[in-house]
């Protein structure tokens, strides 16, 4: 909602459809409507000429058209590029675009990749991650999460086909606008990307882990898990007091009982907090105990070496001990994969350009932040 109107690319096609109806207009205006929006990619309503001059300015009085817009990419057309965005409100979010060569959270290697956010900051303050830093500020409404695709895709002229919920912000924290958004992804009259190439990555919200399970999407679901025991969870993940390790498990087998869609295990190698033999033992058992309830979801185990953060005091683990983690989960059987690839630079994860951006171009301060760093 925006000055009582209703922005039209939060809406689902029924929704539109009644829309439409109360503007005295036969239904099937709203697929010539969804066919603008989500194919051709009209920007206004003005560009949507098949409708009627009166109807145009009907539409316009009615919804919003929301928009995001680029104020900074940075990298190249064959690597990670990350894009900065300013909403209308002048919030500041990010995403990612992935080329297609690495393989990610199992989609295959030819897929472009984007990681997208869904809330503007985030309330629960991982202490090794850039999007906590600042607090939480709002959430995303589902026309802003669709829009990071839909800008992105503009901006870089390539499809993508594969989404990730991993940028800032919780998105099982946002549960109504994240479902909303995914279903506008889903559907044939939306984006049109299957549901099994779109992953949601969460802290660990047990609760809202067994309501997507309850949901029909069979979209897939990335843990962050970090730590194999509540003494190293507890160091890095305030979440962790609320949902423990036993709490989240039992989320997870609740998931992989519902669900047939693969589960991940993210897990950020992090020097000296919880890259130990004794962590990786406990992870593998983890993740066996979970594949072993799971009669039809397989399990996985995703080891990525921490990004750096300006300003926070943890580091990536040695190449060795990177390996040797890995080798303990193989041994045990446990699919599990390292990222190896370079450009850790440009590939740090996402709330880290936000923040540079922040620090060195100070635009106006926000009240919370301003509040904060008096
Ligand atoms: N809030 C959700 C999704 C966004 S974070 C979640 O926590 O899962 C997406 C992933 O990036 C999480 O696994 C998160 O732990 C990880 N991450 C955050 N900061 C990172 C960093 N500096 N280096 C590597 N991964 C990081
Ligand atoms: Fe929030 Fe996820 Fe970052 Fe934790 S890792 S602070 S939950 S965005």
Redesign the pocket.
């Known amino acids: 909602m925006d000055n009582g109107k209703i922005e039209i690319k939060s809406l689902l096609f029924d929704e539109l459809r009644e829309k439409v109806r109360e503007l005295g207009e036969p239904g099937y205006r709203a697929r010539q409507i969804a066919d603008w929006l989500y194919q051709k990619r009209a920007q206004s309503f003005n560009d949507m000429t098949d409708l009627s001059r009166g109807l145009r300015a009907q539409l316009d009085e009615t919804f919003s058209f929301g928009r995001v817009d680029i104020v900074r990419v940075l990298g190249s057309r064959d690597t990670t590029r990350k894009f900065l965005f300013r909403l209308a409100d002048g919030n500041l979010i990010e995403s990612v675009l992935i080329p297609a060569s690495p393989a990610l959270y199992g989609a295959k290697s030819d897929r472009r990749t984007i ?1 997208i956010s ?1 809330q503007v900051g ?1 309330a ?1 303050g ?1 202490k ?4 906590g830093l600042e607090g939480f500020t709002r959430n995303l409404g589902a026309n802003e999460i669709v829009d990071q695709i839909i800008a992105v895709e503009r901006a870089s002229g390539q499809k993508i086909d594969n989404i990730v ?7 099982l924290a946002n549960f109504e606008q994240l479902m909303r958004a995914i279903r506008i992804i889903n559907a044939p009259w939306g984006l049109g990307i299957g549901a099994r190439h779109i992953t949601v ?3 660990g919200l047990a609760p809202q882990i067994r309501r997507l399970a309850d949901e029909p999407l069979q979209s897939r679901l ?3 898990l ?1 730590g194999a025991t509540d003494e190293v969870r507890d160091q890095i993940m305030p979440i962790n007091r609320r949902y423990n390790v036993a709490d989240l498990l039992s989320a997870c087998d609740y998931y992989a009982s519902h669900k047939k869609q693969r589960l991940t295990f ?1 897990y ?1 190698l992090i020097a000296d907090v919880n890259d130990t033999d004794d962590q990786a033992h406990l992870l593998a058992k983890h993740a066996r105990r979970l594949s072993e309830h799971a009669r039809r979801l397989s399990v996985k185990v995703n080891l ?6 300006e300003g ?1 005091p ?1 580091s990536r683990p040695s190449r060795n001990r990177q390996e040797k983690f890995l080798s303990i989960l193989r041994a045990k059987g446990i699919a599990a994969t390292l990222r190896r690839e370079k450009g850790h630079d440009i590939d ?5 350009l936000r923040l540079q951006t922040k620090r060195h171009h100070r635009p106006p301060l926000h009240p919370q932040n301003f509040l904060r760093e008096a």
């Open positions: 990681c869904t985030c629960y991982c090794f991650c850039a999007s919920f991993m940028g800032m912000g919780e998105p990555s969460t802290s990335a843990i962050s970090h993210e950020i990525i070496p921490y990004n750096t953060v926070l943890w740090a994860a996402c709330g880290q």
